[in-house]
């Protein structure tokens, strides 16, 4: 069975590594960006089937970017 493919956003390197090896099992990460605009501009050429994205971005935070 496939994996849903999964992007991550969020400012903090140590908690985006540690989400990867907590999830890595059951999705594929295909990506993670730091900010909401580096987010708006990836994941449309990604295309993930998830997005588990952080509220508090710099840039643009994560509800305007979601």
Do not use: C
């Not at 956003?9 to 990506?31: P, R």
């Not at 449309?44 to 970017?65: C, E, F, H, K, T």
């Amino acid at each position: 069975m496939k994996k849903p493919r999964l992007f991550l956003a969020d400012d903090h390197t140590l908690f985006v590594e540690a989400l990867h090896k907590v999830l890595e099992t059951e999705f594929e990460l295909v990506g993670s960006v730091g900010d909401g605009r580096a987010l708006l501009k990836t994941a449309p050429r990604l295309q993930p089937d998830v997005i588990l994205l952080d509220l508090s971005m710099p840039l643009l935070n994560g509800i305007d970017a979601a």
